[in-house]
Structure formats: structure tokens, C-alpha cells
């Protein structure tokens, strides 16, 4: 039997890019070990996750930042659908938002640099919220990039910790995915 | 709480009030089967809450933490507790029972090892989406993450092999718990849910009252299960059949969970489109009909692989376009444009990229499909139909079936499967084992009912025919059922021929010796150039051993001999086995080589006629003269 040379595309063939999802859950013990098991079990590569409880106390709000071409993130938010506690996913990488992040960053510091620090944390909008003789903590609160940035200029006086919180992300004007969970 | 012996409203003259008052005794107070009264407890809960949703068997084996059910089993007369002698045997029997019934099957085991041993029967379940409730008790709540005797983090373990699952901790939420379990698994996609219930749940005194199906809905926002397709897509599917000259049905499992049989033939008379299926989809229309072509995949037809290759429309039901039907995706039916209808939106485009995706319930999907269909003339596929016989008699003629078994009085596989078929009126349901007589019991089963094909497809579990065939049996007594499995896979759970014994359950087991694991010994031969490595597999006498369970056996070793045995088996009222010493070195063909497309089966009659043998194995060992002795 003859084959047509064109060869069937696979799913998942395309382009990898950075995804952000939203996810409104369940507020219940084991829900995030539910999401989190899932995305290892199907090989979902998640870069960040951060979760909290929303307006009600009944549901918690899930920002995950996955790379995949759109096939691939597409069927992580069906998986991500078919757990029971999952109320609502939403891919809003193309959507108009704001994105941020938090970042505490301990920097090492002598007498001699801790002024430098902090003028280079001052022009990243970003604040000293610790000064110690050895060290001190800087705060930012930005885009993902603009804190990337600010972590390698810090780089160079010694970086001893360093915590993100991962994105989380609103869209702009007036909708709001809470008010889209069907009760 | 009433206390015991206590009747609430007792001496009311009203008739309601007296009424009521007996209903409050009911719900708060238990006559127990030994007599006097005893408050309600969380187990009673659990037993009500199983009858309620309409299920009435329990499969299943007690241990410490789930005593407490055991203590008040008796008092709900309704519910049938079978003692299985392991719990994977629990499990596969609640599956077979579900999948023959499409009622919820049921299954229950203690904590820590009786509940992993129930894991294998649930990961079963859940590959081929099948409604399961798995119940299993945990240490009383103060004990939870102390590592306490028999405890395991189960609900951990069984998380990503259940539809849902839940600890419950508390006897009040027994009730709500239990229905909403019923309600996702058998509702959308079907699949197990797991219920870990402490011991305190389980004997805590509870008032509380079921739950109405309205309430678990309502109580269920993230799950509300799409049944119907969006018109648009299904009327431009009607288009793209009413363009198609090539088109073709693939039917998969969802349309037998779904019900949908007979819209799919008034579909395919209508349009004049053959109906092809899957492991899980045999079933979806007499084989007998003639839009009925055949078993797809792996080591289905090669007519109806071929015409996949060559379709231009294929039209997938309730099926996933898993690796087993698909093979190499790249080399797929190049030539289709793909629709895919299915209840999971998660399955549309996983496997493969669809042109034209419905997401929907098969039954309300093809409803809405029907009326668009323009009426084909069948003359307008004589071509096609014409291509379609003609390749049919070409690979059907290939096998050994219907001829090969009487050659040289060699007991081959597929005979004795088209015997006990047979023999059994095309009526019977038949599980199978997993294994090449698996693949045995598809080809040749020649069925001609919905779910009378029972096999564990998307786990491909040994050990499922047995405990699975109970589970049937019991489900759908008017029906035989047999239970077809390997010698290998029946060594697994063979345990169980002491709970058909005791329990007087009817299965009828063929079992399929080829002295071998028939299946890996083929892989060894065919892809491992013939290195084999334990596929030898020595067994006991089965007719001793069936002695010692107390069950009727008989052994058959030459094709006169089948159909004797298969009606002195039916004659039984109880359960009864066959030993068939069938051919030792029987390929299942044709075969797909793992990796490769649909239009690369090995087939041993093919046009080539090679010989796939290669590499040390010595000269080629002739299927037709299967080597005698070998380790019994
Ligand atoms: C629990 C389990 N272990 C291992 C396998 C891998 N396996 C698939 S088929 C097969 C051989 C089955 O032998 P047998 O039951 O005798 O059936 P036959 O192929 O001979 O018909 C094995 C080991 C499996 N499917 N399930
Ligand atoms: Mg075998």
C-alpha cells in the first residue's frame, strides 16, 4: 500500500514560548498537591507558581508560568480542567495584564558599598527593607525582567539569598476571571 | 442522637406523625440483624448511601480499621458483600461488574496493604474510564501521619489514577461524600473514584441525610461535564461526510458508555460509512452487519488498517487515537482529515491534531448529527465498498481462522476462541486476559452485543479475566460469562477460583495454555531476533488444581474435542474451567512493531510472505507444528 510523502504533523509542534495561567480553585487541603502532581505526571514543565486565597474565602487563585508550545499548554489547562477543584483556567499570555512579581534579594554589604547598593536599588524603584553591618535586603516588586535585571547588577556585590514569589498576574480594564466561575 | 431502644415519637396518634417518627428511628437508629436497636453509625451511612445510588454488590476484604463496616453489614440485607481472596481481585470484579452493567462498581479494602493491593484493580479503571467507587478505611484521625500500623498515605497514592478522590474524616460527611463519589464517576468521562474513610468516621454516631442529585450538582461548580457539541462544528461535520468518498467510522468505548450504538448505525446506513473499532469499542455493532469491518490497530485487521490508510474522512467516537491504534503518527492515515468527537475535551489533540473537534456526549453529538445528514446512495460507494470486500477476503483468508485449527490436529488459538463463541450462542459476554490471547479474543470473538467484550485495554493488566468475569457474572447473571486468559495472567489471580467456588458464581473459564508468556515470547521471536529470556513458564496440572478448589474441569489438546467441553462447561450450573493446551508458538498476526505505522504490519500471510525471523533463533519454528514438551 502506497504512503502519502506528507508526514501527519504531531501535536505539540510548535513554537515554545513563556505561558501564563490563571486558575481559580477550591480552597481545600491538597488541592495545590492535585495541580502540582498533575503537571509532573503529564511532563508540564512549570516555571513558577503562586497561590493564595481570593476575594472568597472559598476559592484560592493560581498563577503558573509554563513553557510550551500553544498545543502543549492548551492541553495542560484541559488536564488542569479535569480535576475536580479546578473552577476556571485561562491562558492570558496575549491578554493585556499586569504582571508582577516580588523578590527579596540579601546582598552583601561593607561600609564602603552599602550606599552603592541602595542608589541602585532606588533606580529600580526597588527599597531597602533591612540594613545590616554585613548585609542588607532589598524589596522589589516588578515585572519578572525588570527584577532579572536588578539581580544581576546586584550581582556583583555578592548575592547571599535570594527569594521570588513567581508572577502573578491581573488583566487590565474591568473583567475579572472571579466574577466568570459558575456557581 | 436516639439512644438505643429508644423510638422517637413512639405513642404519637397521628398517622404523619407517627410516619415521621419512624422515619426519624430509621435514619438515627439501626434494628440490628441480631436484634434491638443501636444508634446509626458512619458505616451505616456508607451502606445506605451505596443502595441509594443503585448499586448492590460490594467486592471486598476486611482488615482492622474497616471492622466497623463489617459489624453492621448485616443489618443492610440489601447490599451483597462478596469476599474476594485479594483485593486486586476486589477491584477488577467491581470493574468487570461496571463495565457489563454500566452500573457503578464497587470495591472495598482495609488500610495500608489491602488498599495498595487495590491500586492495580483502580489504575485498571481508570485507563478505561470505568464508573468505580474504591472504599478503603485509614487509621482513626489521631493517627493520621504518625505511622501507625497499616497506615499509608493512599489518597497520595491513588491521586493521579482516580477521577477524584477524597479522606473523609468525619461520619456526618459519609453521606454527601459517597454520592458525590457516584456522581463523578459515572457521570462525563467515567473513571474510579477513591473514598479513604478513617475508622472514627466509620463508627461515629450520624443524623445526617442523603443528599438529593440536585444538591451534588449544584455542590459541584468545577465539574460540570459538556454533553452536547457546538452545532457549528457538528454541522460542518456533516459537510465534510457529505464530501467524503473514502470515509471511515472509528467507534471507540465512549460510544458504548455513551449508549450511542444505535445512532452510530443509523449514521453509518445513512452516509453508507464502514464502522471500524477499538479494543474497548468492540461491541459498538454486530459484527455480522455489513457496515461492520473490524478491529483496528496493532494487531487488528490488515483490511481495516488499510482502509484507515487510505481513508479520506476519519471519523473518531468516543476513542483517543491512542499509540496502539494510531502507530507511528507521522505515517497516520496521511491522506484523512481527522474528526474527532469526545466527551474529555483533554483528548482532542493530544494524540493526534483534529481538523474538525466536537467536544460532546457520542449519543448527543450523533442526535444532532442525524437529521443533517444527507441520504447516500449506496451505489455511489460500490468502488469503494467493492475495495473495502476485496481486502477483507484477502487478510481474512490469511489466518488461520475458521480452517487452521483441524490442520494437523493443532489446537490453535483463535478456533478455540470462535468455539466458545459459538458455543455459546454469539451471546455470552467474554473477558479476556491480557497477552496474545487478548488479541485472540478480539479478533475471533465474534460479538454481537454492547459490552459483552470485556479487557483491560489502556492498563493491559494480568491477572484482570478471572476477577473481572466474576464481576460480569454477577452484574448480569442472565448472561454467560467467561473468563479467556493465558496461563500467565491466570497464575496471577488463580486465587479466586476459591471465591467463584464459594460464592457459586458461574464464571466459565477457558483457560488458554500455551506453556508460555505466549505474548512476550512472540516480541522475543519477532523483535529480539528470537533471544528469548523467561518466557517459559511451567504451570500445575489444572485439573489437579481444579480438584482442589472444587471445581469441574476438563482439559482439551485437539480441536475435536472443543466443542464437547464448552457445552459440558455451559451445562454446569456453577463455575467451571477448560484447560486448552493450545499451540505453543502461535504468532498473533498481524503485528505492528512498536514505533512503526499502520501500513508496516508484520504479517506472516502477507503479499511478501517473509520470513521475519532473523538473527540465531535457529530455523524458523513453524506456528503449524508447535514444538511438543517443554516444561508442563
Ligand atoms: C501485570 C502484568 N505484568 C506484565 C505484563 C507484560 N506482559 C504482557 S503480555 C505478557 C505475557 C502474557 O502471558 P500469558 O498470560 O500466558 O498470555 P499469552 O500471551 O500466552 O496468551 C506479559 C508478561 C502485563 N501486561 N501485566
Ligand atoms: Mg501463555
Known sequence: MSVGTSARSLPGSGEERRHLIVAIVNNKPGVLNRVASLMRARNFNIESLAVSVTERSDTSRMTLTIVGDEVHVEQAAKQLYKLIDVLKVQDVTDDSTVEHELALIKVRATKRSRPEIVSVAEMHRAKVVDLGDEAVIVEVVGEPADIDALVELLREFGIKELVRTGSVVMSRGSGSIEEQVKR | ?632
Open chain 2, 1 to 632: 442522637m436516639a439512644e438505643p431502644g429508644h423510638v422517637p415519637g413512639a405513642g404519637s396518634s397521628a398517622a404523619i406523625a407517627s410516619e415521621r417518627a419512624r422515619r426519624e428511628m430509621l435514619r438515627d437508629a439501626r434494628v440490628t440483624s441480631r436484634g434491638g436497636v443501636r444508634p446509626r453509625i458512619g458505616a451505616d451511612a456508607l451502606c445506605e448511601a451505596i443502595l441509594l445510588q443503585g448499586s448492590d454488590t460490594i467486592w471486598g476484604y476486611p482488615g482492622g480499621v474497616i471492622l466497623p463496616l463489617y459489624d453492621v453489614l448485616a443489618d443492610h440485607p440489601g447490599l451483597r458483600h462478596i469476599l474476594v481472596r485479594h483485593e486486586q481481585a476486589a477491584a477488577h470484579a467491581a470493574d468487570g461488574y461496571a463495565r457489563a452493567s454500566g452500573k457503578v462498581g464497587v470495591c472495598l479494602g482495609t488500610s495500608g496493604p489491602g488498599a495498595t493491593n487495590l491500586v492495580t484493580g483502580v489504575g485498571t479503571a481508570m485507563l478505561d474510564s470505568v464508573p468505580m467507587v474504591a472504599i478503603t478505611g485509614n487509621v482513626p484521625n489521631a493517627l493520621i501521619g504518625k505511622d501507625a500500623f497499616q497506615e499509608i498515605d493512599i489518597t497520595g497514592i491513588t491521586l493521579p489514577m482516580t477521577k477524584h478522590n477524597y479522606l473523609v474524616r468525619s461520619a456526618d460527611e459519609i453521606p454527601y461524600v459517597i454520592a458525590e463519589a457516584f456522581h463523578i464517576a459515572r457521570s462525563g468521562r467515567p473513571g474510579p473514584v477513591h473514598v479513604d474513610i478513617t475508622k472514627d468516621a466509620l463508627m461515629g454516631e450520624t443524623a445526617a441525610t442523603h443528599p438529593s442529585a440536585a444538591d451534588i450538582e449544584a455542590g459541584l461548580p468545577g465539574y460540570r461535564p459538556k454533553v452536547d457539541g457546538h452545532p457549528r462544528q457538528i454541522k460542518l461535520l456533516a459537510e465534510a461526510i457529505a464530501g467524503a468518498h473514502r470515509p471511515v467510522i472509528l467507534a471507540g468505548h465512549g460510544v458504548l458508555i455513551a449508549g450511542a450504538e444505535r445512532e452510530l448505525l443509523e449514521l453509518a446506513r445513512a452516509a453508507q460509512i464502514p464502522i471500524t473499532w477499538t479494543l474497548l469499542g468492540i461491541g459498538v455493532i454486530d459484527e455480522k452487519d455489513p457496515l461492520a469491518y473490524g478491529y483496528m490497530g496493532m494487531h487488528g485487521w490488515k483490511h481495516v488498517n488499510r482502509a484507515i490508510q487510505s481513508a479520506d474522512l476519519l471519523i473518531g467516537i468516543g476513542m483517543r487515537f491512542d499509540d496502539r491504534v494510531t502507530g507511528n503518527v507521522r505515517t497516520y492515515a496521511p491522506k484523512a482529515k481527522i474528526a474527532h468527537i469526545d466527551i474529555d475535551p483533554a483528548e482532542i489533540g493530544k494524540n493526534v491534531v483534529a481538523d474538525l473537534p466536537i467536544v460532546g456526549d457520542a449519543k448527543h453529538v450523533l442526535d444532532a448529527l442525524l437529521p443533517l445528514i444527507t441520504k447516500v446512495d449506496p451505489a455511489i460507494r460500490t468502488d469503494y465498498f467493492a475495495e473495502l470486500a476485496t481486502w477483507r477476503t484477502e487478510s481474512e483468508g490469511s489466518s488461520w481462522h475458521g480452517s487452521g485449527g483441524f490442520r494437523d490436529g493443532v489446537l490453535s488459538a483463535d478456533f478455540v476462541v470462535d468455539r466458545i463463541a459459538a458455543g455459546s450462542g454469539f451471546d455470552a459476554n467474554l473477558t479476556a486476559d491480557v497477552g496474545q490471547n487478548q488479541m485472540w479474543v478480539a479478533r475471533y470473538g465474534a460479538f454481537r452485543r454492547p459490552n459483552s467484550h470485556i479487557s483491560s485495554g489502556g492498563l493491559g493488566t494480568m491477572g484482570f479475566a478471572l476477577p473481572a468475569a466474576m464481576g460480569a457474572a454477577v452484574a448480569v447473571p442472565e448472561k454467560v460469562s467467561w473468563a479467556i486468559a493465558g496461563d500467565g495472567g491466570f497464575q496471577m489471580t488463580l486465587q479466586e477460583l476459591a471465591t467463584v467456588v464459594q460464592e457459586r458464581i458461574p464464571v466459565k473459564i477457558a483457560l488458554m495454555d500455551n506453556k508460555k508468556l505466549g505474548m512476550i515470547r512472540q516480541w522475543q521471536e519477532i523483535v529480539y531476533a528470537g533471544n528469548y529470556h523467561s518466557e517459559q513458564l511451567a504451570g500445575p496440572d489444572y485439573l489437579k488444581l481444579c480438584e482442589a478448589y472444587g471445581l469441574p474441569a476438563w482439559k482439551v489438546s485437539t480441536p475435536d474435542q472443543a466443542d464437547a467441553a464448552v457445552a459440558a462447561a455451559l451445562a454446569e450450573d456453577g463455575p467451571a474451567l477448560i484447560w486448552f493446551e493450545i499451540a505453543e508458538r502461535q504468532n498473533v498476526y498481524p503485528m505492528m512493531p512498536a514505533g512503526k505505522g499502520l501500513s508496516d504490519l508484520i504479517d506472516k500471510w502477507g503479499d511478501d510472505g517473509e520470513d521475519v525471523t532473523e538473527g540465531d533463533a535457529g530455523p524458523r519454528l513453524d506456528p503449524m507444528h508447535p514444538t511438543e514438551g517443554g516444561p508442563k
